[in-house]
């Protein structure tokens, strides 16, 4: 079992900065698939970026390639995402997701938990 919970979320002006943490709590953080997703209004969940089990393989969705960037630091239970150049469209909910595995998965449908999500507006 793992609980999830993110934070850094807010509002920032096209261009600017933010980073997503995400706490984890549990055994064997480091066994976890981790990714972050992202829901805007009226929109399905999509997924955003996963990182593998020892933080030395990452996946992009193509949209947020080059400005974003997942990371973990497994002594620590974290998971970040730091997102750089935000435009509007980057606006959405983001979610943390955790899947018991080794290797990363772009799917939404292979995660086992999830967390609350924390909102993210960026304006123009």
């Known amino acids: 079992q793992v609980q999830l919970v993110e934070s850094g979320g807010g509002l920032v002006q096209a261009g600017g900065s933010l980073r997503l943490s995400c706490a984890a709590s549990?055994?064997?953080?480091?066994?976890?698939?981790m990714g972050w997703f992202r829901q805007a209004p009226g929109k399905e969940r999509e997924f955003v970026a996963t990182?593998?089990?020892?933080?030395?393989?990452?996946y992009y969705a193509d949209s947020v390639k080059g400005r974003f960037t997942i990371s973990r630091v497994n002594a620590k239970n974290w998971v970040y995402l730091q997102m750089n150049s935000l435009k509007p469209e980057d606006t959405a909910v983001y979610y943390c997701a955790a899947r018991y595995g080794t290797a990363w998965i772009p799917s939404k449908y292979e995660y086992d938990y999830w967390g609350q999500g924390t909102q993210v507006t960026v304006s123009s």
């Open positions: 990182i593998n089990w020892s933080g030395d393989s990452t």
């Open positions: 549990g055994r064997a953080f480091s066994r976890y698939t």
